[in-house]
């Protein structure tokens, strides 16, 4: 018997694909961004290379057809995943082990096309299938941690979708049991971010910063924030001090946000800001609470 998926003779119900039809394609598309994207020398440039974003763009086109059945994609995401990513990882190292150099080579926009097609994978299969196939060992956190960090510098950059790949990347890695303070080897030399405002050089603590940072942003964003933040104060080693104090934290924000800026205006009423810290905070208790062991455990944290 065959097997539907590779059938390219299988029909389609109506307009909606049964089946990825243009596999073949697409994976030697993918074969050729994957070459030119781990092409070290290039990453140096500014941007990628234009017959390579014209790749990607043809590639994400592709990945559109199939949002209204995107489990068609299922045979081949391992291989598209984990292709993508072995480049995003040796790229990550690549850029970790410079960042301390005051002239460092690698652009952090050189793989824009790579994480936004990444991003698009997420979009249509869904992060959580996708996240399946990203590396998730110890020796990733810290170079993932601290590009992540370096790309959060300048928040109103356009790579935006490389910002949420390290986001739910991160998320994953929470999840890993491991001592994390006991790989904390070189946060303390991080460019600072006049927004944090926090004097914690720990790991964890500065990953908790960093991922507040991300919850007054719109979209994608402020939900990796959140689904990363949740895993980490879900962790046992974090449940004594910082599981407690984010709560506090979450709850100060929530009701700070929520008092309107002139409350004597005829409409007077919530800034968009505002309504971002309200949200963004709540994403966080929502994913947080339901991740905890039982309601005793709940009531006991709320401050």
Known sequence: MSDPVQNDNAEDVGSVPSFFREHAEFLHLLDEVATSASNVESWTLPNAPEEEMRLIREMKKTLD??????T???????????RLMSVVQEYVYA?????????????VTRMDGIFD??????????YKVILRFFPHGVADVE??????????VDLEASN???RYTLLIWLSLLAM???DIESIDSGTTDLPAIAELGTSDVSLMGRWVELGKLFLCKPGCEMEG??????????RRDSAAVLRPEFIEWAAREITNAARPIDTTAVNAGLQIGSVLRINGALRVLCHLFSAMDSHATLDAQIP
């Open 65 to 70: 057809v199939y949002q209204e059945q995107p």
């Open 72 to 82: 068609c994609l299922d045979p081949y995401l391992e291989r598209i995943v984990s």
């Open 95 to 107: 850029f970790h082990d410079t960042m301390y150099k005051p002239e460092s080579p690698i652009t």
């Open 117 to 126: 097609l990444l991003y698009t994978l997420c979009k249509v299969r869904g």
């Open 143 to 152: 170079p993932v941690f601290a590009t992540l960090w370096r790309f959060s």
């Open 160 to 162: 935006w979708p490389a």
């Open 176 to 178: 890993i049991p491991f």
């Open 225 to 234: 924030a959140a689904v990363m933040l949740s895993r980490l104060l879900s």
